[in-house]
């Protein structure tokens, strides 16, 4: 396993994932796993090293063949911070590793992918709730939430 080093102040990617945190190393994006896995409450009981092994194990197939699509050398897909010792994953498997940590993001992700190839379009849960929430009054959210359809906007 190659080591890096991470740079400080990591980026949330993912509004929905902020303790999922990515950063340049080497001219490659990484996602620290063991920070997010420790932000993460049933992770307690088990090893990060357990976790991370049987991500690769359960996703040996997508790990290699996301390698090979995306010219990304298999060593460089997880490396270890050599200061921190934290494993790092290469960015293209973030959504295959919060799948693995939340099986439920999975049917979530399928879902959206399903109703893009469906309508042509999809956003998160959460860019809808925004973009309602910066277009309407709080007032009139609550009548037309509460059905009072002569007062709805």
Not at 94 to 121: K, W
Request: net charge negative.
């Amino acid at each position: 396993m190659k080591l890096k080093k991470m740079p400080p102040g990591l980026t949330v990617r993912y509004r929905e994932f902020p303790g999922i945190l990515f950063g340049e190393s080497d001219g490659r994006i990484y996602f620290d796993a063991t920070l997010y896995i420790q932000k993460k409450e049933e992770a307690v009981n088990v090893s990060n090293v357990d976790i991370i092994s049987g991500f690769e194990c359960h996703f040996d197939w997508w790990i290699k063949n996301l390698s090979e699509t995306c010219s990304i050398p298999l060593e460089d897909m997880i490396a270890e911070d050599a200061d921190t010792g934290h494993l790092l994953l290469e960015e293209s498997l973030d959504l295959l590793f919060i799948a693995y940590l939340e099986p439920i993001f999975s049917v979530y992700m399928l879902e959206r992918i399903s109703e893009m190839l469906i309508n042509g379009v999809s956003l998160s849960d959460t860019a809808l709730v925004m973009s309602v929430k910066d277009r309407f009054e709080k007032g009139d959210l609550i009548k037309f939430y509460e059905g009072d359809e002569e007062k709805q906007v």
